[in-house]
């Protein structure tokens, strides 16, 4: 058992396995993404109350989900590293936080101005919004803790504790529309409800979230194998294959 | 479609301030995602080669 859990953190056998991946990742992700794009800007029915403004969803919607999965990706390594010393976990944590505060900033940007036109002003310091800036913070302190240490592995421990900390933030992002008044709206996809939209509308918005999901699976692995071969770049494998390649 | 023509989506109803500058800046940053995992990776490749190659430099003059 330990065995295999070793293998899957070895650097080495990681880079080697998921690079037949990239390819499928990336080309599925722009499949989703453009099928999306052009369904929910063009096809999509319009809003009968907020007529075109709301095609905005199918980008906002998406960047807040991955925004919050990617910080539960974060908590999760940071276990990983915590309790087994997993260096591989690591490496993830530092490429999925930068993405992870792109994502939130999406989210915070569309919501703005997706705000102008429907509630007449492009911030509210209402319970949904506050949490996702608090989210970004939280973002931006693991980034810059993680860099504040002149030894690496101190950085990547203060950045774990700090990602598990943070992680209490989630459910509070989540149930922030029930738990306060809100002019935000109610989640649209549940596992218990139907989506409160028609089909023609929700439909793009599940390929987007999809789209954005295989984005995020593709420069994520192909970011913790950059990260790889900087750790390792003094390792005999990652030395041959620099050679190889130029 | 639910527009009558090209203008018609590039207006969006009058909803053209708010719908393109959105979509605009969450393409672009994936676009940026994208290109900057491609280009940290070519330059990590390229520095590694060069210390290689300047380490077989210093260990020749020094034979």
Known sequence: MWQIVHKLGSPKWFYRVSGPWLPWLWSLSVVLLVIGTVWGLAFAPADYQQGDSFRIIYVHVPAAILAQSCFALLAICAVIFLVWRIKLADMAATVAAPFGAAMTFVALFTGSVWGIPTWGTWWVWDARLTSMLILLFLYLGIIALRGAFTSRDSGSRAASILALVGVINLPIIKYSVNWWNTLHQPATFSLTRQPAMPAEMWLPLLVMVLGFYMFFAATVTFRTRNEILRRESRTRWVRELAEKTH | ?63
């Not at chain 2, 479609?1 to 605009?24: D, I, N, R, T």
């Open chain 2, 1 to 63: 479609m639910s527009f009558e023509s090209v203008s018609a989506l590039l207006h969006m109803h009058g909803y053209a301030p708010y719908v393109w500058p959105a979509w605009g800046v969450a393409l672009g940053a994936l676009a940026l995602l994208a290109l900057h995992a491609r280009y940290e990776k070519r330059q990590l490749l390229r520095d590694i080669e060069r210390r290689i190659r300047r380490e077989r430099v210093n260990h020749d003059t020094q034979a």
